[in-house]
């Protein structure tokens, strides 16, 4: 069935070092890759995608890649504050049908100032 | 930006009691997801709701779970008996018809099940 693999599970880095959190995906029909911070009782919030056409995507210190063949995609956090410290969430979808999301195990990062 | 509202943010019940959990999704989307997190763990899909009907469901929506659009603005969440295992937090989340592939979550019900 649909799965989707994530890792490491807990992580910690100094502030200002950078933060790499990978997934791997099972569905090889997936096309959309969404990636959530959850901090501690709230909801999760959608900080990038990308999406299938795309081998990398940018956002100031957050970046995301994509390699298709291999069905692999990594968060990116460079210069990290100890603000980035929550669960990370990575998921695959199908811009198509339900487009229901399957998400990873999460990674929880600690920033330690 | 709109959001995605969900009442009560906590529910403690008793095993075998029926709970309904609320919704209210973003105005003008018109996809509708229930998911749920157990602690620590990580976040389920348990159903997918579009034009009035169920599009989807895992293997954890069994027939003690039922989904309802009342009316044009609420999307709850019933379950029938609930199980100490049915503790957990439950998002709703809703995704608009041409926007992409974005789905925006609500802020999650806490349910626990003594």
Not at chain 1, 7 to 26: M, N, R, W
Not at chain 1, 70 to 86: C, G, M, R, V
């Amino acid at each position: 069935g649909e799965n989707v693999e994530q890792h490491p599970s807990t992580l910690s880095v100094q502030e200002g070092d950078s933060a790499v959190i990978k997934c791997t995906y099972s569905d090889s029909a997936s096309n959309y890759f969404p990636w959530y911070k959850q901090e501690l009782g709230k909801r999760p919030q959608l900080i990038i995608d990308i999406r299938s056409n795309v081998g990398e995507k940018k956002d100031q210190r957050i970046a995301v890649t994509l390699n298709k063949t291999a069905k692999h995609f990594s968060l990116h956090i460079t210069e990290t504050q100890p603000e980035d410290s929550a669960v990370y969430f990575c998921a695959a979808s199908m811009a198509s049908g339900t487009y229901k999301y399957i998400f990873g195990t999460g990674t929880r990062l600690k920033v330690l100032a | 930006e709109p959001e995605v509202t969900q009442t009560p943010s906590h529910q403690v019940t008793q095993m075998g009691q029926e709970v309904i959990l609320r919704c209210v999704p973003i105005s003008n989307h018109l996809y509708f997801y229930w998911y749920r997190q157990i602690l620590g763990q990580k976040v389920e899909f348990l159903v997918s709701f579009y034009n009035n009907e169920i599009s989807e469901k895992s293997e954890i929506f069994d027939d003690q779970f039922s989904v309802e659009r009342p009316d044009g603005s609420n999307f709850t969440l019933k379950i029938r008996s609930t199980k100490l295992e049915d503790s957990a937090m439950y998002f709703c989340a809703s995704k608009s018809k041409g926007g992409g592939e974005k789905l925006f979550f609500g802020s999650g019900t806490q349910l626990s099940v003594l």
